[in-house]
């Protein structure tokens, strides 16, 4: 990555609102962690901590978004990222 699109990363991750510091930190750890299919194999279970009631609702959600697929009730990840920039 040339030195001016760090910068503009960093500049980006700097002006982020604080409501979306978790999601963007998840995701750039996923973009990482996508590279080397191995570098999450030694982290903790983020699982094992949850709920009975967690783990419950966690599974229905799931359940929910797999049927919103399968039945074409869902959108690309693309359309997603266009939608929200249009609502800016």
């Keep these: 990555?040339?030195?001016?699109a760090r910068?503009?990363?960093?500049?980006?991750?700097?002006?982020l609102p604080a409501s979306e510091e978790q999601?963007?930190?998840r995701y750039l750890e996923y973009l990482?962690?996508?590279?080397?299919p191995y570098a999450s194999l030694d982290r903790?279970?983020?699982f094992v901590d949850m709920?009975?009631?967690?783990?419950?609702?966690?599974?229905?959600?799931?359940q929910r978004a797999e049927e919103e697929i399968a039945s074409g009730d869902s959108i690309s990840?693309?359309?997603?990222?266009?939608?929200?920039?249009?609502?800016?």
């Design 44 to 46: 903790v279970d983020p």
């Design 77 to 88: 990840a693309e359309d997603f990222v266009r939608e929200l920039r249009a609502a800016r």
């Design 32 to 36: 990482r962690d996508a590279s080397d």
């Design 1 to 4: 990555m040339s030195n001016a």
């Design 51 to 62: 709920s009975d009631d967690e783990r419950s609702r966690l599974h229905a959600s799931l």
């Design 23 to 25: 999601a963007a930190r």
């Design 7 to 15: 910068k503009d990363l960093h500049a980006l991750v700097d002006a």
